[in-house]
């Protein structure tokens, strides 16, 4: 027997995207459902950078007071490469209302999301609840959901169904919409481990040998994630070279891990690998559906744009759907909504996509004229203070306005400015 739920919007996913876009529509009295396929929020994420811009809009959400003690502001970013620090940014040169980017688990942002949504009454999750199907008649609209969940299918009927089921979708796989996988040349390996006592633990660091590189999160409330490049589809050989081939690697990145690495990663099984790539989707929606998140733009892990993107896509979804339903809540009526939507996030997604893919060519740059041409760049770009802000602005900061500064190391007060700004692609 199928249990039959309706609402007026379906999400499917309970990520950052989905469940930021569910509060943000049941705090606008638009009834949505949230299908989430996990039992709870305790997983391993590698996505807990929140980007300036989001931390911004997590306070305008009011989020951030619950979030209070669950996060920690990075202060600078630096580069070394062929031991020389060749660049060195620091986050409170930059005159923006939230201008540090944070490190926060992901289960605590979206135990915070769905908590807050549970406050409001057409705000409905279920876990455990995996997407199956979609509901439409021959080639009309989609209408709905189909779900497995443990006590039997169940059908959600909506008037938008919205996928935030992520990187490998697999609603936008069954709505057929025409999308094109763009692998990139590497694959990265990630690892978490004690935190070393000689770093300070607000500093993201980022090291090259050659055309080997690392990146070293500090991760709450006392490891240090680690990940590292191997050549595209390359896991399988370095499993072959045994464990001495990724302590070695880490050697060469970073000796000060090196005990570390030895006596915490002792299987394969502690590690996991991430495939890197980007998804280019020509059209976010079709009549019934839309896509958000990295469900509608895969991007990869370079300066943590994955939550950044789901968190805006979210805001500014939201009162476009409200819109329409207040518009008479027609196919018509949302498909223009997912229309504009993409519109107003097609540029920013763009350029955070062409940023990520310039600096992972500079990574892959080796030998002496490849390298020397690398820390050249950084260097120059390191030594202007006007050129370092324009750099990571591009991908920091594109929604907040220039300003006094409201938020010292220490502190992250509410009260910002609107959320809906977020909907300006300016």
């Not at 057929?176 to 990139?184: A, I, M």
């Not at 001495?244 to 996991?272: C, G, H, M, N």
Request: hydrophobic content about 40%; some cysteine; aromatic content about 6%.
């Amino acid at each position: 027997m199928t249990t039959e739920l309706t609402a007026q919007v379906c999400v499917v996913g309970g990520g950052p995207a989905g469940l930021t876009l569910a509060l943000e529509l049941a705090r606008r009295s638009v009834s949505v459902v949230v299908l989430e396929q996990s039992r709870h929020f305790d997983r391993s994420f590698r996505g807990e950078s929140v980007s300036p811009d989001s931390v911004w809009l997590l306070d305008e959400l009011g989020l951030l007071k619950r979030l209070d003690g669950e996060y920690q502001q990075m202060h600078h970013m630096e580069i070394v490469d062929a031991g020389s620090t060749v660049m060195r940014a620091h986050f409170s040169d930059f005159t923006y209302p939230h201008p540090y980017p944070v490190e926060m688990p992901q289960p605590a942002l979206l135990s915070a999301l769905a908590e807050a949504g549970s406050e409001h009454e057409g705000f409905t999750l279920l876990r455990r609840a995996t997407a199956i199907g979609l509901v439409r008649d021959g080639d009309g609209p989609v209408t709905g959901v189909r779900a497995r969940t443990p006590d039997g299918e169940i059908t959600v009927h909506a008037a938008l169904t919205v996928a935030a089921d992520g990187r490998f979708s697999k609603v936008r796989e069954m709505s057929q919409l025409p999308c094109t996988r763009v692998p990139l040349d590497r694959d990265v390996v990630w690892l978490k481990l004690p935190f070393p006592s000689e770093w300070d633990d607000r500093t993201y660091r980022i090291r090259i040998q050659g055309d080997q590189h690392g990146l070293f999160i500090p991760t709450r409330p006392d490891s240090v994630r680690v990940g590292f490049n191997i050549p595209k589809g390359g896991l399988k050989e370095l499993r072959a070279q045994g464990l001495p081939a990724l302590y070695e690697r880490l050697d060469r990145l970073a000796p000060e891990l090196s005990k570390a690495v030895r006596e915490e990663i002792r299987s394969w099984s502690d590690t996991s690998m991430l495939d890197i790539f980007t998804t280019l989707v020509p059209r976010w929606s079709m009549p019934g559906l839309t896509l958000i998140g990295d469900a509608a733009h895969t991007l990869t892990p370079i300066l943590g744009q994955g939550v950044n993107h789901a968190i805006i896509d979210a805001v500014t979804l939201a009162p476009l759907v409200q819109e329409a339903l207040a518009d008479g809540g027609g196919t018509a009526e949302l498909l223009r909504a997912g229309e504009e939507f993409q519109r107003l996030r097609e540029a920013s997604v763009t350029s955070s996509r062409a940023l990520q893919l310039r600096q992972e060519r500079l990574f892959a740059l080796h030998g002496a004229l490849g390298g020397t041409f690398r820390r050249t760049l950084y260097r120059l770009v390191g030594r202007s203070r006007s050129l370092t802000q324009r750099v990571l602005a591009r991908a920091y900061f594109q929604l907040q306005e220039p300003g006094p500064h409201v938020v010292t190391a220490q502190s992250a007060p509410s009260g910002t400015g609107p959320a809906a700004r977020a909907n300006d692609p300016a």
